[in-house]
């Protein structure tokens, strides 16, 4: 399977990015809190679980569809970039 940055895909790329940073995050709160938060009368699960939960999502999707998964890169998954390159499309758009 051959693959190649098409149009659009600097926005799946730039959630791919924010859902890294979300995961990044809630990481770090849950390093400091854990992933459940005791009161004196409750215990209940940490939110920032849930950020972790759905970040993982978002990456798995996205990581197929960019051929970072490791059954894109065992089809031997190229990319082949057109234009520049989109990391430096996407720095020069918010710039």
Known sequence: MKGS???????????????????DMANVVMK???PVLAGETMV???????VVKDA????ES????FGLSAKARGDGF??????KNPIEKLKAKYN
């Open 32 to 34: 400091d809190r854990g």
């Open 5 to 23: 940055f098409r149009e659009g895909d600097e926005n799946l790329l730039a959630v791919l990015a924010n859902a890294y940073m979300h995961y």
């Open 62 to 65: 996205l990581s197929v569809h």
């Open 44 to 50: 209940r699960q940490n939110p920032a679980w849930n």
């Open 56 to 59: 993982v999502k978002i990456i």
């Open 78 to 83: 190229e990319i082949k970039l057109h234009d």
